[in-house]
Nanobody, 121 residues
Framework: QVQLVESGGGLVQPGGSLSLSCAAS????????MAWYRQTPGNQREVVAT???????NYADSVKGRFTISRDNVRNSVYLQLNSLKPEDSAVYYC???????????????WGQGTQVTVSS
């Protein structure tokens, strides 16, 4: 069973930066599209950034221009650079692979513990 381990979260002031990492114990990691999600209490997880197996990235409008997703297929890892952070970016951040479950494109591995990002002065 694949395990995901997210790290790099913390407390940062508005306008600051953080670098998140996610390590996956997956074979053929390079074949999977990956995504970063975030979740705040009482809300569903939302996708903030995706990266295809080929390295093409897409972003939610709320983070476009501020966050950068990248991957290292040798290290079976995906990263999220968070810049110009805002209080509304505060959330628990998770990574996961994306693929078809039936006819639905969605997360496909068990969730990790996530990493908390808090943006506050």
């Amino acid at each position: 069973q694949v395990q995901l381990v997210e790290s790099g979260g913390g407390l940062v002031q508005p306008g600051g930066s953080l670098s998140l990492s996610c390590a996956a114990s997956a074979t053929e990691f390079h074949n999977y599209a990956m995504a970063w999600y975030r979740q705040t209490p009482g809300n569903q997880r939302e996708v903030v950034a995706t990266i295809t197996s080929g390295g093409s990235a897409n972003y939610a409008d709320s983070v476009k221009g501020r966050f950068t997703i990248s991957r290292d297929n040798v290290r079976n890892s995906v990263y999220l650079q968070l810049n110009s952070l805002k209080p509304e970016d505060s959330a628990v951040y998770y990574c996961n692979a994306q693929g078809f479950v039936g006819s639905t494109w969605r997360d496909i591995w068990p969730w990790g513990q996530g990493t908390q990002v808090t943006v506050s002065s």
